[in-house]
């Protein structure tokens, strides 16, 4: 599996209450918002509720926003190829009429 690194807004306790980057995704701490935390960042979430990662990849300036649920966080590398997948042209599927 490979690494993604990416920059993270986090609020988390573990070094990143300054929303410095995350980039340990094997941690579950590292997205994870706690309550003292939650004024400092608007993106910050309530972790059992769906998430919006700010995610921006190093050395390039495209930033997206994708809405990822707490289950998710274990599985982010296949979620980031989802990712990638997803950013190709989707083929339409015929229309079904409808009678």
Known sequence: ???FLIKYRSCSKD???NMTDCLNFDKPSCFKCHEEHLTLSRECKDISAQ????LRQIGGIQR???KVKAGSIQNY???KEKIKTDH???QRSPIKERH
């Open 15 to 17: 070094g990143h209450e």
């Open 77 to 79: 590398s296949s979620y």
């Open 51 to 54: 998430k919006k990662f700010e």
């Open 64 to 66: 997206e926003t994708y």
């Open 1 to 3: 599996a490979q690494l």
């Open 88 to 90: 190709k042209p989707k």
